[in-house]
């Protein structure tokens, strides 16, 4: 499912660069979050750092003297493989290692940029961020995953203040001075045309309460069983917001159930996607068992595809070619910091 602003396949905000310090977890899951689409992105993190004199056994690299920790790179490994479907292969798992070692050695050289001129941010949007992260995944489950993790509510606030100040120092001082000209933005929209087309899709609500997928029958059988309770009130009437904010498990509870935008294709769960392109708006599902757990889902909106105009389109584009720009001249200025870093990665 995606949010109701991501009407086609141009993003809608360009990517936000993540620091590189210790807990790869937090990187990872702040990511995930904010929506980053890339490993390089999605393996930062911060935990104090180490003391310069580490054992070399327990780190896979060294940053200008500073380590990367093997157990980091390792659950950051296992985070960027957390979401493909199916076997991985040998070659698929040592890809993944070289790009986020080097994901980590990037983020770390400019985390240490951003802390060298002192780049600020406020106890306010330190509060702001935060509370954005926790809604966006959803307050337990964050709790759930920075407890499982070994993380500390202290080194979470930490990790998100660390997030700002180098996406606050990247922003400033490296990708400076983007401008798109409204020709490239028209030449762009003549020359792509099958990517101005938007696909069919449909608003949704839902009701999630979740069972894991190596859940016995018997616990995935009474979380059913209380789903199937809660689709008997909705049916006997009762406000399907109310009845989210009130049982649902999943991250849109705080917003009433509402999911956004799914897409025909799009990469939602299948039981999901066909129930709801089957069901006219306002209609209620059946209880539907995904690998998540157990949800009821309420359809909004229906949304033909078609051809999008240039007028609707040239804003996502405009901001398509500003993250391409900015992200080559990231890219520049990490080379720039690697030619000049002292950069030592241990075998193993």
């Given at each position: 499912?995606?949010?109701?602003?991501?009407?086609?396949?141009l993003p809608s905000a360009p990517p936000r660069p993540r620091p590189a310090h210790r807990a790869a977890v937090l990187g990872c899951l702040l990511a995930l979050v904010a929506g980053c689409a890339s490993i390089v992105?999605?393996?930062?993190?911060?935990?104090?750092?180490?003391?310069?004199?580490?054992?070399?056994?327990?780190?896979?690299?060294?940053?200008?003297?500073?380590?990367?920790?093997?157990?980091?790179?390792?659950?950051?490994?296992?985070?960027?493989?957390?979401?493909?479907?199916?076997?991985?292969?040998?070659?698929?798992?040592?890809?993944?290692?070289?790009?986020?070692?080097?994901?980590?050695?990037?983020?770390?050289?400019?985390?240490?940029?951003?802390?060298?001129?002192?780049?600020?941010?406020?106890?306010?949007?330190?509060?702001?961020?935060?509370?954005?992260?926790?809604?966006?995944?959803?307050?337990?489950?964050?709790?759930?995953?920075?407890?499982?993790?070994?993380?500390?509510?202290?080194?979470?606030?930490?990790?998100?203040?660390?997030?700002?100040?180098?996406?606050?120092?990247?922003?400033?001082?490296?990708?400076?001075?983007?401008?798109?000209?409204?020709?490239?933005?028209?030449?762009?929209?003549?020359?792509?045309?099958?990517?101005?087309?938007?696909?069919?899709?449909?608003?949704?609500?839902?009701?999630?309460?979740?069972?894991?997928?190596?859940?016995?029958?018997?616990?995935r059988a009474t979380v059913r069983q209380k789903m199937e309770a809660i689709l008997q009130e909705l049916r006997a009437g009762r406000d399907f917001a109310d009845m989210a904010r009130k049982y649902s498990e999943g991250?849109?509870?705080?917003?009433?159930?509402?999911?956004?935008?799914?897409?025909?294709?799009?990469?939602?769960?299948?039981?999901?996607?066909?129930?709801?392109?089957?069901?006219?708006?306002?209609?209620?599902?059946?209880?539907?068992?995904?690998?998540?757990?157990?949800?009821?889902?309420?359809?909004?909106?229906?949304?033909?595809?078609?051809?999008?105009?240039?007028?609707?389109?040239?804003?996502?584009?405009?901001?398509?070619?500003?993250?391409?720009?900015?992200?080559?001249?990231?890219?520049?200025?990490?080379?720039?910091?690697?030619?000049?870093?002292?950069?030592?990665?241990?075998?193993?």
């Amino acid at each position: 499912m995606t949010s109701a602003a991501a009407n086609f396949r141009l993003p809608s905000a360009p990517p936000r660069p993540r620091p590189a310090h210790r807990a790869a977890v937090l990187g990872c899951l702040l990511a995930l979050v904010a929506g980053c689409a890339s490993i390089v992105r999605a393996a930062a993190g911060s935990r104090p750092a180490a003391a310069a004199g580490q054992p070399a056994a327990d780190a896979v690299a060294r940053v200008n003297g500073r380590p990367i920790l093997r157990r980091d790179f390792d659950l950051a490994v296992q985070l960027s493989l957390h979401r493909r479907r199916g076997d991985i292969s040998l070659g698929d798992l040592q890809a993944a290692r070289d790009t986020v070692l080097d994901a980590l050695i990037d983020n770390e050289l400019l985390y240490q940029q951003a802390a060298g001129v002192r780049t600020a941010v406020t106890e306010a949007e330190v509060r702001a961020e935060e509370a954005r992260l926790r809604e966006g995944l959803g307050d337990a489950q964050l709790t759930d995953l920075l407890r499982d993790n070994g993380v500390s509510p202290a080194e979470f606030t930490e990790q998100v203040r660390r997030t700002l100040l180098v996406t606050r120092f990247v922003n400033d001082r490296v990708v400076t001075g983007v401008k798109v000209a409204d020709d490239d933005v028209r030449r762009y929209y003549d020359q792509n045309p099958r990517d101005m087309v938007r696909p069919d899709a449909v608003r949704i609500s839902q009701i999630m309460l979740r069972a894991a997928p190596d859940a016995t029958p018997g616990v995935r059988a009474t979380v059913r069983q209380k789903m199937e309770a809660i689709l008997q009130e909705l049916r006997a009437g009762r406000d399907f917001a109310d009845m989210a904010r009130k049982y649902s498990e999943g991250p849109e509870a705080v917003r009433g159930g509402d999911a956004g935008l799914m897409t025909r294709g799009g990469g939602g769960p299948p039981a999901i996607e066909e129930a709801a392109f089957g069901l006219r708006p306002g209609a209620l599902s059946d209880v539907l068992e995904t690998r998540m757990g157990f949800h009821v889902i309420k359809v909004m909106e229906t949304r033909p595809g078609g051809p999008i105009a240039f007028e609707e389109a040239q804003k996502a584009i405009r901001a398509r070619l500003e993250t391409t720009a900015r992200d080559a001249m990231l890219r520049d200025y990490v080379a720039g910091l690697r030619q000049k870093a002292q950069i030592v990665k241990n075998a193993g």
